[in-house]
């Protein structure tokens, strides 16, 4: 609690009156949606506690901006596990955005694609996860200030929500899909065996991330909704080898249609 609350003071300290009510977690090569947003961007190796964002395609500043009508803190980049950051450093952000107000929180992520029915550029609403990273961010002793030991995670990604997005993307004429999303640690892209078998257990995408968020946020009592931009076949799902390039590369293409989609469900909050 004293990291937070001195986390807070210094970036209250920085936005005056500012009061964010919705977060979002931007993914690898997503940071278009802060394209022509204006606001205050503070970066995270200027904020206390914070770890740092050293991974191509992650900006590593938090943008506080309003998008939509809404307050936003927008973190353009994440921190992951395999960067040896621990599952609490991860999530400290989280902790800090609850304190600072907000009531949503908006994850995205760049994922494979293992459902053969999505293509790469397809956007996939997450309705469930599998932790497959071998840990859980609320190991340790529970601060019943933040949280109660044991929460309930029927519900992760919140159902209203959903709905919501649902809409919006028929309004916008975008064929969102959906799906159970699984985390791995990384930083190896998965195996053709280890696809095969996330295909057997229920995934429909894989990644290296917003699981440990996501499960801090439902903790947090946030209501929560997250989106996979598919930005590449799992592998032994095509012929083709894997590279952060290309996950950079069609994330700037389909960016600006996940963009489009998130921007409309804050207008419907």
Same mark, same amino acid.
Do not use: W
């Given at each position: ?16 009156? +500012? ?18 947003? /204006?606001g205050t ?11 740092? $964002? ?8 938090l943008l ?6 809404? !307050?936003? $803190? ?17 999530? +400290?952000? @989280?902790?800090?955005? =609850? ?6 929180? @908006? ?11 999505? !293509? ?11 932790? +497959? ?7 340790? /002793? ?57 295909? @057997? ?39 083709? =080898? ?11 293409? $389909?960016?600006? /249609?996940?963009?489009?989609?998130? =921007? ?6």
């Open positions: 609690m004293k990291k937070i609350e001195e986390t807070l003071k210094h970036l209250n300290d920085r936005i005056n009156d +500012f009061k964010p009510e919705i977060g979002i977690i931007l993914g690898s090569g997503l940071g278009v949606f802060c394209d022509n947003l /204006k961007s503070i970066k995270y190796s200027d904020i206390p506690n914070f770890p740092t $964002a050293g991974i191509l395609g992650h900006k590593g500043e506080y901006s309003n998008v939509e009508g809404k !307050n936003c $803190a927008i973190m353009q980049g994440r921190f992951h596990y395999y960067e040896g950051n621990s599952m609490q450093d991860i999530t +400290f952000p @989280i902790k800090v955005l =609850k304190m600072a107000g907000i009531k949503t929180l @908006i994850i995205t992520n760049a994922a494979g694609g293992i459902n053969k029915n999505f !293509n790469v550029g397809d956007i996939m609403l997450i309705n469930d996860h599998i932790n +497959f990273m071998g840990s859980n961010p609320l190991i340790g /002793k529970n601060n019943e200030a933040l949280g109660e030991r044991f929460p309930d995670m029927s519900n992760v990604y919140d159902l209203n929500l959903r709905n919501k997005a649902k809409k919006c993307a028929k309004d916008l004429n975008i064929n969102l899909k959906e799906g159970v999303y699984i985390a791995t640690t990384g930083p190896s892209y998965e195996t053709a065996a280890e696809i095969k078998a996330f295909s @057997i257990m229920g995934a429909d995408a894989v990644g290296m991330s917003s699981v440990p968020e996501a499960i801090v946020s439902n903790y947090l009592k946030i209501k929560t909704i997250g989106f996979s931009l598919i930005t590449n076949h799992a592998t032994g799902t095509s012929d083709s =080898k894997l590279s952060h390039d290309e996950v950079l590369e069609t994330g700037k293409k $389909a960016g600006l /249609k996940l963009s489009s989609l998130i =921007k409309k469900v804050i207008s419907e909050i």
